[in-house]
């Protein structure tokens, strides 16, 4: 099969095509609108729905209602719209119903910027919206990894009857590279999966379905949340996924994922070359964090470094992994700045030979 | 002998949590009378509010979703464009509608979706104890209005019927109330006349019912339907308000 160039965002789409979503709606917002742009014609064609939705709000609820009615749908946003999307997030985990959602982050709070960011991975990993929920988190770093994750989420959405998240950034959005598509088209009625039986399709032959959230009787709620922390158990246990990259001989870790991890992977294999014992880890889930397998190199390693394009975010679930048994450094830029290759070597050798580096003063 | 009145199949034999003299219970029971007769209980898609009617999914015998407060045409919508052949219809009041979801209902006309709509106006937020609605009448006391709704303070009472029929999407609305037989019997006849319409593949419908809330409007059942007709059908005209 032959490569071809497409950027990240359209890797997205095509991708969900291809895992049988027949369902899109969104909202424009930089840096994700190839995305938008891409669905408008290839649900089209696809024989999909796609609906430009007048805000956020309305593009998750749409989602929640094809979602509801059997259909693998998505919708696709940058920060301040994952932000007005939360509510539904939240409604579709507590009616147990899948969807995929894409958050190709930009530089935050507020309306912030549209630079590259990771800052909104606190809110992708903890719920986000109200209760007590969790969304799956899938952080691709290259354009290809895109394609798989894509599908990836899907499955795991229906799996987990659960949303799932793709978290990138602004870099891989829009980015271009190389990747072998398969194009696939889909009659969007067929689609529709048999093995959902709680999906609203008319109460034809068995008993009326619902979809609901709202539990009043005494405990009903608690049951719900009972069953769901079961379900949560059970992706902790079976779903981290990760990559690691010179962690056997490796006195530091560098720990990132995503477009940093890009960065981090050539600082890396310079600082290698300069004889400096040093490998990555790159969480894949970020929610489950793969925390036992990133616990179980602080046997052997010495430190780690956390490289992030936020103030410290993932930070905090490489802190609850290690537990103290280790010193866990931080470089971060927060506000759409970019790690350079060289701030982080810097990083590197700052803490593997920390006397050498003894700054002189004039 | 025959048998002139009966429960409606489509509406489950168990008690209602509504008010006495509520007017939820009668369009409950309205709209599955019309299920029944166009024999679509099994075809039929309902998506409940976050208000009083939020589980009206208990008494319907049909497949329902809920929605969050005000995106309820939304999750409507996203049912009926993955099932085009289904009756799939939204149930809200006028919180819902005409206050937290005014964008969703007016871009889902605009898109003349092809779902019904059927829009509870009782001029109050009952489930969350009775305060203004952009409904309530001009002077009208509600626990956000204990001086009566001011306009200069609270802006007038919102027409969303009117306002929708504006839109080339919008295909048929009708606004009606339930405080008398006769126009109970009306309300009947345009829920029926708006599922037609989906059916027929026309487009977005909606029938604005004005109905009694006697516990926030402080009245008897009684009185509550008195009201209707002697103040709020005055600043809500009943009638065919577009059927295009
Ligand atoms: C996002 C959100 N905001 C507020 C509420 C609280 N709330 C529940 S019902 C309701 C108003 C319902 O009024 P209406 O739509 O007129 O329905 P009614 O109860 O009068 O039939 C409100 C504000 C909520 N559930 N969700
Ligand atoms: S509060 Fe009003 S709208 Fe709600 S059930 Fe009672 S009478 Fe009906
Ligand atoms: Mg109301």
Partial sequence: MAKILMCGNEVIGEAAVHAGCTFYAGYPITPQNELTHYMSFRMQEAGGTFIQAESELAAINLVLGASAAGARAMTSSSSPGISLKQEGISYMAACQLPAVIVNMMR??????????SQADYFQATRGGGHGDYRTMVLAPSTVEEAWNLTQLAFDLADEYRNPVMILGDGILGQMMEPVEVVRRHLNGRNAVSSHKPWALTGCKGRKPNVVRSLFLGEGELEELNRIMQMKYNKIKSKEPRFESLYTEDSDLVVVAYGTTSRIVRSAISKARHEHLHVGMFRPVTLWPFPEAQLQKLARKSKAFLVVEMSAGQMLDDVKL?????????FHGRAGGGVPTEEAIIEAIKDILKPKSRKRVYA | MKKVFERP???????????????????HRLVCEVIDELGIREDVIAVCPVGCAVIAYEYW????????????PCVATGIKRVHPDKVVFSYQGDGDLAAIGTAEIIHTANRGENITVFFINNGVYGMTNGQMAPTTLIGQKTSTSIHGRDITRDGYPMKMSELLSQLPGAKYIERVSVDNPANVLKTR???KKALKCQMEGKGFSLVEILSPCPTYWGLSPKDACRRIEDEMSKAFPLGVIKDA
Avoid: K, M, W
């Fill in chain 2, 61 to 72: 015998d049909f497949d329902c979703s809920e929605a969050p407060h005000g995106r309820t």
């Fill in chain 2, 189 to 191: 006849a345009a829920i």
């Fill in chain 2, 9 to 27: 199949a489509s509406l489950r034999a168990v008690p209602t949590h509504y008010c006495s003299g509520c007017g939820h219970s009668i369009v």
């Fill in chain 1, 321 to 329: 992994s290690i537990l103290g048994q280790r010193p866990i450094h």
């Fill in chain 1, 107 to 116: 530089g935050g709070p507020g309306l912030g910027n549209i630079a590259p």
